[in-house]
């Protein structure tokens, strides 16, 4: 599956656009603060549902209006498809499929993967354990949509058990009923860490070698950093139970797969805490592509890449052996002040388009305004 075409109404920079993309790579070149990034975001809108820079809505409509639309047409096996997003503040925003209404696009089986490089990004790398938590169990969605299902179950568990701490420790309710929710928290948390386990181990073969091809030296390497010990339920039951005093003290679960992490290293370093911001940039952006090799090999699904200003802190050499790995498969579109940092941008199987203070322009021509 492939994105065909992006459409755009009131969407940041832009009063209007419309934007054909290419099968492989698409670059997208223009000065800093032309809205190239803004691009990116409202293909990653389209096919989400949700910004890749920011979780208040309101910031993507142009300022000045009221009402943002995104449509983005993909094109599959099946024929094509048509996703839209729209929103307006103050009222629920408007998914669309196909023109039915869904709660949420991330649940449209005619809906592309699409993997995001933002150099704000980095927090990925730098941020804290939930963010690593949550980009895990978004490849585990990609990898296995179905098991989604075991991470819901166990935030309800979880839910359920810290809303019973909090009655117990004021005196509201008995803990005679605390067991039978450390069996159900244990239950599902076994399912979760091992999904998560299964996903990083279908990227973490793959990592090291993408990420020397990019630069990153010193055998760097990607790992799931569990919390629990336990093996099954009936051992992280019995965890829970002997942190009980101090989770009544607290009033809440501390232990637990929602405490896990994912680490980053280079010569057995966590780059979070020792690597260099360009050494960060690179371990991220391997990752990601680590994690659509995994993707590609295990279901018949490519996811698009959406890569802002990557090719700046690279030399020539990487961004070479970056471009290939981009063309070797599935579809990617790469934002760049230079069309010449992107080595053979300017063959004729690439689809190039140019960004003018609002304006997309593609071959010369002019496509939006």
Not at 6 to 15: E, T
Not at 119 to 148: F, I, N
Not at 205 to 213: L, V, Y
Not at 323 to 347: A, K
Request: hydrophobic share 40%.
């Amino acid at each position: 599956m492939r994105v065909v075409r992006l459409s755009l109404r009131n969407f940041r920079s832009y009063p209007s656009a419309e934007v054909e993309l290419g099968a492989g790579l698409t670059v997208i070149t223009g000065r800093n603060g032309a809205g190239k990034t803004n691009l990116l975001d409202a293909l990653y809108f389209g096919c989400t549902g949700r910004s890749a820079r920011t979780t208040n809505d309101r910031e993507l409509v142009r300022f000045g209006e009221k009402v943002t639309r995104v449509e983005v047409t993909t094109e599959a096996d099946d024929g094509r498809h048509e996703l839209s997003v729209g929103f307006e503040a103050g009222e629920p925003k408007r998914l669309m499929a196909d023109g039915v209404r869904v709660e949420r696009l991330l649940d449209v089986a005619g809906r592309p993967l699409v993997s995001v490089f933002l150099p704000d990004r980095l927090e990925l790398v730098k941020g804290t354990p939930s963010l690593r938590r949550a980009h895990v169990d978004q490849v585990v969605a990609a990898l296995w949509p179905a098991r989604t299902a075991t991470r819901r179950a166990y935030a309800q568990a979880l839910a359920q058990r810290n809303a019973l701490l909090t009655r117990v420790r004021a005196g509201h309710a008995s803990q005679a009923s605390l067991p039978a929710w450390d069996r159900e928290l244990a239950r599902h948390g076994i399912g979760l860490m091992a999904d998560r386990a299964a996903a990083i181990d279908a990227v973490a073969g793959r990592f090291p070698a993408i990420a020397a091809d990019l630069g990153l030296d010193g055998e760097p390497a990607v790992a799931y950093r569990p919390r629990s010990k336990a093996s099954d339920p009936d051992g992280l039951a019995a965890e829970l139970a002997e942190r009980l005093p101090s989770d009544l003290e607290r009033g809440f679960t501390q232990h637990g797969p929602h405490r896990d992490d994912l680490a980053l290293t280079r010569e057995r370093r966590e780059l979070r805490a020792y690597g260099s911001q360009g050494q960060q940039r690179l371990a991220l952006l391997a990752l990601l592509l680590a994690e659509r090799e995994a993707i590609a090999a295990t279901r018949d699904a490519v996811p698009v890449m959406l890569l802002d200003d990557v090719m700046s802190e690279l030399d020539r050499e990487r961004r070479g052996r970056l471009v290939e790995l981009l063309r070797s498969v599935g579809q990617s579109v790469v934002t760049t002040t230079d069309i010449e940092h992107v080595p053979g941008g300017e063959g004729n199987d690439v689809t190039r388009l140019r960004v003018e203070d609002g304006v997309v322009i593609a071959d010369g021509a002019a496509e939006a305004a």
